[in-house]
């Protein structure tokens, strides 16, 4: 009796398996489609991207992603940026946006320059300043670079750095230190050496 | 005497040299400190003079007209300078160039002035080197606090985009230390201006923007040469949303490529990587024979007239 029971819920649940043939097709006016394949990339802008984007961990659809190039004075801002942290090269500078609240998302993207295994992003915050974004991955058979954002803004993808890898500053010329000297410091040590020499020299009178 | 007192007597001597060798070193930075402020003090005194009596000011020489061996018969056109004559009396302060460059330092080219602050120093600039008068004051004595300066990449006559002025951040409160005076809203917001003087004119800025930004070298980490750059570097600071960070917004409308701004640097106590810095824009500036023609004249009674 307990074979014939375990045989029937094998079988059961074999079956179950191929319940899915007969789901409904995916609803079509949904506004944010679940896209569980990746299915190619579309062009932004001269830029490609690729159409799987993960947005706090779920994978959606590029289309709430827009991609315009930059105006002349942000991407002479881009450049310098570039210059200042030590970059050989501006691979490629574009504006990104995303139609929605986010607190982490992820693109891939093909760029029209070079794709070397040096290449980071160069991405500007919120306040005006820039970060440095190391891609998650990058992938020379596909020529895809992917990056994982905070937020979105424009975003200039550089290489040839003059620096070691991770470092916070390149090799970037810095403003002259106009700090006050120590003499406040040797001051104080003069005071306490002198200190120490009278507790010192009473030890030696006795 | 015994193993602990020669042990007591090496460790007096020890303390008694560091302590020497460290109060000549504090006595020595001290007076240099103090002589630096009063060469500084003395030619504020000779800028007081200069300007509290009617002296003939050097003029460049492409502006003295040149002798005539035949008499000129047509009357020289007299300039109205009377569009000057509302201007503040900071704007006509008479700063003896010849004289300081000749008894002083041959450097000196420009002086700046900060109201309500310790600031009102001469600016230098080194012919080869510039971080020389980061060790060096202006009697050519090695050590603190060094002098106002701008490096050789400014030109002379604050014409570029942007022209970097660096001073050390005294803890006496000498050089750029009362920089750190904009960092409070109530100072920013009650002081504009920084003036600057040159042989040939004097020059008013208003003050748009005070914040601590990286180490980075400004004239070297920007490209200022096209107008492109220049804007943008304007963007990147009215772009700011730093909290700290004092900006005037609404002075972006009236400044673009074509301005003329000034960066006063100092250090942050405690952030070596990083700089405050305290930028004005160029919005009035009045020729040197302006400011002589409008110098207040004693009258027999010895009262001033404008």
């Known amino acids: 009796m307990k074979k014939l029971l375990a045989l029937l819920c094998a079988g059961i649940l074999t079956c179950s398996m191929g319940l899915v043939a007969f789901a409904s097709s995916p609803d079509t006016t949904n506004t944010t489609p679940d896209v569980t394949e990746n299915t190619g990339h579309s062009t932004q802008e001269g830029v490609k991207v690729w159409n799987d984007i993960v947005v706090d961990g779920k994978t959606v659809s590029a289309d709430a992603l827009e991609i315009t190039g930059l105006s002349d004075t942000v991407e002479a801002v881009a450049e310098s940026e570039a210059v200042a942290r030590g970059y050989a090269n501006v691979v490629q500078a574009f504006d990104v946006t995303f139609d929605g609240e986010f607190s982490s998302l992820t693109i891939s993207f093909n760029l029209t320059g070079g794709l070397t295994s040096d290449i980071v992003a160069l991405h500007q915050l919120k306040d005006g300043s820039w970060e440095v974004l190391t891609p998650d991955s990058i992938d020379p058979e596909k020529g895809t670079v992917t990056v994982t954002f905070t937020s979105l803004s424009p975003v200039v993808f550089v290489s040839g750095a003059a620096a070691t890898p991770g470092a916070s500053t390149p090799a970037a010329p810095t403003s002259p230190k106009t700090a006050d000297g120590y003499a406040m410091y040797v001051a104080m040590l003069a005071v306490v050496a002198f200190a120490g020499a009278a507790v010192v020299g009473k030890k030696v009178v006795k | 005497m015994n193993n602990k007192k020669k042990i007591y007597l090496v460790l007096f001597f020890v303390f008694l040299i560091v302590a020497i060798g460290a109060s000549a070193y504090a006595i020595h930075y001290y007076v240099g400190l103090r002589h630096s402020e009063e060469v500084a003090e003395d030619l504020r005194e000779q800028i007081q003079n200069s300007t509290e009596t009617t002296q003939e000011v050097s003029l460049p020489p492409e502006t003295v007209p040149e002798s005539s061996e035949e008499e000129s018969t047509e009357p020289v056109p007299e300039v109205d300078y009377s569009m000057y004559a509302d201007l503040e009396e900071e704007m006509f302060r008479l700063v003896p160039f010849d004289t300081m460059q000749e008894e002083t330092n041959k450097d000196i080219y420009a002086w700046i002035y900060i109201p309500d602050t310790n600031i009102d120093y001469p600016v230098l600039q080194h012919p080869t080197d510039d971080t020389y008068y980061l060790n060096y004051n202006i009697d050519g004595s090695k050590g603190y606090p060094g002098c106002i300066y701008t490096e050789k990449d400014n030109s002379k006559d ?24 904009f960092e409070k809203e109530d100072f920013f917001d009650d002081h504009l201006y920084v003036y600057i003087y040159l042989p040939d004119r004097t020059l008013k800025y208003t003050i748009y923007a005070a914040y601590t930004y990286d180490d980075r070298h400004l004239l070297h980490s920007y490209d200022y040469t096209e107008a492109a750059g220049r804007e943008g570097y304007l963007d990147i600071i009215f772009g700011s949303r730093s909290l700290s960070a004092h900006i005037r917004k609404d002075m972006r409308e009236s400044m673009d490529a074509d301005s003329n701004i000034i960066t006063l640097s100092t250090c942050i106590g405690g952030q070596s990587n990083n700089r405050y810095l305290v930028q004005a824009v160029l919005t009035e500036e009045i020729p040197m024979e302006a400011v002589t023609a409008l110098q207040p004249v004693s009258d027999e009674d010895g009262i001033n007239e404008s």
């Open chain 2, 158 to 181: 604050f014409t570029d985009f942007n022209t970097v002025l660096y001073g050390h951040n005294m803890k006496n409160g000498t050089m750029f230390h009362d920089l750190h005076k």
